[in-house]
């Protein structure tokens, strides 16, 4: 079975910097194209980016210029780096591979199972 690893949150003052990281075990890394997501309090679990297995990223408006995804094949991991932090932010990420919807961009996760999320704080 597939297992979602995150990790690298934490509690960080508005403007400040965070590097997130997702290892995905028991899955072909390479061949997916892989997202990360987010959930606030209260709130409905959100697309924050994406990473094509070329690398190539697209992302939510919200977090254009400030948050970039990169991925590493050989250590199956994606990262999430997020810069200029707004408490906005704060939320739980979770990374997950991404499949085509049925408009046929990326945008629907594919492995059932989430992983624990790792939780963002941004105090202002």
């Known amino acids: 079975q597939v297992e979602l690893v995150e990790s690298g949150g934490g509690l960080v003052q508005a403007g400040g910097s965070l590097r997130l990281s997702c290892t995905v075990y028991?899955?072909?890394?390479?061949?997916?194209?892989m997202g990360w997501y987010r959930q606030a309090p209260g709130k409905q679990r959100e697309l924050v980016g994406i990473i094509t297995k070329d690398g190539n990223t697209t992302y939510k408006d919200s977090v254009k210029g400030r948050f970039s995804i990169s991925r590493d094949n050989a250590k199956d991991t994606v990262y999430l780096q997020m810069n200029s932090l707004q408490p906005e932010d704060a939320a739980v990420y979770y990374c997950?591979?991404?499949?085509?919807?049925?408009?046929?961009?990326?945008?629907?996760?594919?492995?059932?199972?989430w992983g624990q999320g790792t939780r963002v704080t941004v105090s202002s």
């Open positions: 028991r899955s072909i890394f390479s061949l997916n194209t």
């Open positions: 997950n591979a991404m499949g085509r919807g049925s408009d046929g961009t990326y945008s629907r996760p594919v492995f059932q199972s």
